[in-house]
């Protein structure tokens, strides 16, 4: 008689419970690595923002009165004004006592 080669049905089982244990620990670390990520976007947007108010004050001697003065003009931002990579937000508009982006309530 000839010997059948193959993996018998608990080795096949023993694969999968090991693959399944694997993948339950790094789906939770890449969706983890994701949002950070997300939130690390949006922290560099936030100070994008303020040194293109502070070139913004270099060419023009003074603040924007708000922030839209800044990302509607194409020569600080080309490709539009950056939205908050976590919400799909715009920034808030308002800047503050130093004329800075207002993060308030815009923390993640």
């Known amino acids: 008689?000839?010997?059948?080669r193959g993996f018998t049905l608990v080795e096949?089982?023993?694969v999968v419970?090991?693959?399944?244990?694997?993948?339950?620990?790094?789906v939770p670390r890449i969706m983890?690595?994701?949002?950070?990520?997300?939130?690390n976007?949006?922290?560099?947007?936030?100070?994008l923002l303020n040194?293109?108010?502070e070139l913004y004050y270099a060419n023009n001697g003074s603040y924007p009165v708000t922030l839209a003065v800044v990302t509607g003009n194409t020569d600080y931002f080309p490709d539009g004004?950056?939205?908050c990579p976590v919400t799909g937000a715009a920034y808030?508009?308002?800047?503050?006592?130093?004329?800075?982006?207002?993060?308030?309530g815009h923390s993640h």
Not at 17 to 26: D, R, S, T
Not at 32 to 39: E, Q
Request: charged share 10%; aromatic share 0%.
């Open 1 to 4: 008689m000839s010997k059948d």
């Open 12 to 14: 096949l089982m023993i």
């Open 17 to 26: 419970l090991i693959l399944g244990a694997l993948a339950a620990i790094a």
């Open 32 to 39: 983890a690595g994701t949002a950070t990520a997300k939130a």
């Open 41 to 47: 976007g949006c922290k560099a947007n936030v100070d």
């Open 51 to 53: 040194s293109q108010i």
């Open 81 to 83: 004004a950056p939205v």
């Open 92 to 104: 808030p508009v308002g800047l503050t006592g130093n004329a800075r982006v207002n993060v308030a």
